[in-house]
């Protein structure tokens, strides 16, 4: 057959060509397109007899990729050789591109003549070369390790990237070590003290504890903020002990880390240390110390909340009912029917309020009671709720925002306000932006359930809903979102922290187990756009239902997903909104509803 006609058979994707005659194209006068198309296929079914033919190639500027595209899946040992022996016959791109192969195959008969190249005079080199090194691991620590000229300078960045990769493939004990000398290293980028200091906790058990605490008292090398992000990847009782150990020690800055940690750890043995600082102390500790119980959710918390919603601080009294409101389980209903009768009547509307937004049917008798009340504006506030627990509210949905004011949310201070009755965030020139944070719903972690909400965002705006999120520190989340923009680019988009955007305006996405995505048109983007209001307010309803998510923009499904996910499908979380860094912009919220569903249950467009 001849070699064009072969080529012609391979672009046009049959697989019946043998290997010889793969072979036979590559040793003939085939155009560099031809010869390509028999590294793709080689790729998938050579043997050693395609070494010696695919070897010469690494030299071809034109053809060095898929020769090496064609090598690497080979397995037998003359590979090796062939890419060892290419490094003395290549330079620049060709010499990294074999250097990469190298790594990939993980060569250890490769590890002496990679650490020669870690002083070449070409970056690109060095760096591949510790890369590659990183990727065999095991005797390479030591070439990583070995030559002090490679410690400082441009290529730091790459041997510490490569003794990372070393270390995230041994042993414990190993890995402690090759993450104890990369925090001896001097002048280290503060992302790679944050990574080593995280390796040299999490692979050594026993100096785990005094090493994290050593750090939070000190900032010698990392600063506390980041020692305690780290601390809240430990498990253990023993570590939220330690946390609560240093409260009393630690300055305000701190204490408010710690305390945010604490919450975020959901380590119920934490709320006797925390149920004194609420109670007493600087206004900010105080209101921390309220958030982390929220979120320990502890039912031995709730009398302090109770006590606090009448604290003659404002701002503790509103932070105390704001988590009274979010806290999960029918203890919190009592408690605040307990509270209505014979409180204040400022403090019964905002009773009257809580229960409302609860949907707390075990609140009837009392509101009964205070329907007829002498106070206009509190026997008014118990009818309207009557009437709401009676299901004349819209399709059984629940006000999860008062319209008034934060109740029931939090976020980073300064940031988030009730702007003619809408949840609002603005940036300015004056006051940019310049980290995402969240304002967080603190009612609950809802699993199956309905949420509609409308939005109004300025051109230049970037926000978006927070979907069985996980909430971390400095107002931060993880998880899914309900992404929009301004200009409606990114409306009707999921958004995921660590996959992107997982599924598209028209798209149904379907992840399996190991993660592959397939994806079904279920709509014209630019068509389901058209029913996107800039400048106006406009819908969102997300309907959250076992393993599935579905946007729609006012009446209109625009995605859905189906995500089976091994590690990273999330059934229950947080939601909140999110203020995003970029040019001045204006994000507002209202009309924020939510409607739990049980497993059977969701209403039409359903995922």
């Known amino acids: 057959m001849k070699p064009l006609c072969l080529a012609i058979l391979l672009l046009a994707g049959a697989a019946f060509a043998g290997e010889d005659q793969l072979l036979t194209v590559l ?15 080689l790729a998938r ?22 020769a090496r595209f064609a090598l690497e899946p080979i397995a037998d040992p003359a ?3 062939a890419l060892r022996a290419a490094l003395g016959k290549v330079k620049g ?10 790594g990939v195959r993980k060569d250890p008969a490769a590890i002496d003549l990679l650490a020669g190249f870690l002083t070449n005079t070409d970056p690109a080199v060095a760096q591949a070369a510790a890369r590659a090194l990183g990727c065999i691991g095991g005797a390479a620590v030591q070439a990583l390790k070995g030559n002090p000229t490679t410690q400082t300078g441009p290529n730091l960045l790459a041997v510490c990237d490569g003794l990372l990769r070393c270390a995230e493939a ?8 090759i993450y104890d000398h990369l925090r001896t290293l001097p002048n280290l980028p503060l992302h790679l003290r944050v990574a080593a200091l995280r390796g040299s906790i999490r692979s050594n058990v026993t100096q785990r504890l005094p090493l994290l605490l050593e750090t939070i008292r000190t900032e010698a090398s990392v600063p506390a903020a980041d020692a305690i992000r780290i601390s809240m990847e430990l498990p253990g009782a ?18 408010l880390l710690l305390l945010q940690a604490l919450g975020c750890r959901g380590d119920a043995t934490a709320v006797p240390a925390l149920l004194p600082l609420a109670k007493s102390g600087s206004i900010d500790l105080r209101i921390a110390a309220l958030h982390s119980l929220v979120q320990l959710a502890a039912p031995s918390s709730l009398p302090v909340l109770a006590s606090l919603v009448s604290d003659p601080e404002p701002a503790i009294a509103r932070e105390a009912l704001a988590g009274m409101i979010g806290f999960p389980g029918q203890e919190a209903d009592a408690a605040l029917v307990a509270l209505l009768d014979g409180a204040a009547p400022n403090i019964r509307l905002a009773l009257i309020s809580a229960v409302g937004q609860r949907r707390c049917a075990s609140a009837v008798p009392a509101l009964l009671k205070s329907s007829a009340d002498a106070d206009t504006e509190v026997a008014n506030a118990s009818r309207k709720v009557l009437r709401e627990l009676a299901g004349t509210a819209e399709a059984d949905f629940t006000p999860i925002f008062n319209g008034k004011d934060l109740s029931g949310w939090i976020g980073k201070p300064g940031w988030w306000t009730v702007e003619d009755g809408a949840l609002t965030s603005e940036s300015t020139p004056e006051k940019p932006c310049k980290e995402c944070n969240y ?4 009612g609950d972690h809802p699993a199956d359930f309905e949420l509609l909400a409308d939005f109004k965002l300025s ?3 970037n926000s978006g809903i927070q979907l069985r999120s996980a909430e971390l520190l400095e107002w931060d989340t993880f998880g899914y979102q309900a992404d929009m923009t301004g200009d409606g680019a990114l409306v009707g988009f999921v958004y995921h922290h660590q996959r992107g955007l997982i599924a598209g305006r028209g798209e149904k996405a379907i992840f399996a187990a190991d993660g592959k995505k397939t994806v079904e048109r279920i709509g014209d983007p630019a068509d389901l756009l058209k029913h996107f209001k800039p400048d106006d307010w406009n819908t969102y309803h997300v309907i959250c239902r076992g393993h599935g998510i579905s946007l729609s923009v006012n009446g209109v499904l625009m995605c859905q997903i189906t995500d089976h996910h091994a590690t990273q499908a999330a059934t229950r979380g947080i939601i909140a909104l999110q203020m995003h860094p970029g040019p001045p912009m204006k994000i507002q919220f209202k009309n924020i509803r939510i409607k739990p569903l049980k497993p059977d249950e969701a209403s039409p467009g359903k995922p």
């Open 27 to 41: 040793s003939a006068d085939a155009s560099p397109q031809e010869k390509s198309a028999a590294c793709r296929e």
């Open 45 to 66: 079914i050579g043997t050693r007899q395609a070494v010696p033919v695919l070897a010469p190639l690494l030299a071809d500027e034109k053809l060095s990729h898929m």
């Open 79 to 81: 590979v090796d050789e």
């Open 93 to 102: 791109q060709l010499l990294v591109g074999v250097i990469n192969s190298l």
């Open 170 to 177: 041994a042993p414990a004990a190993d890995a402690a070590a």
């Open 238 to 255: 023993e570590v939220t002990q330690a946390l609560v150990g240093e409260l009393a020690a630690a300055n305000p800055p701190k204490q």
């Open 439 to 442: 304002l967080i719903w603190r």
């Open 459 to 461: 051109r230049s705006a």
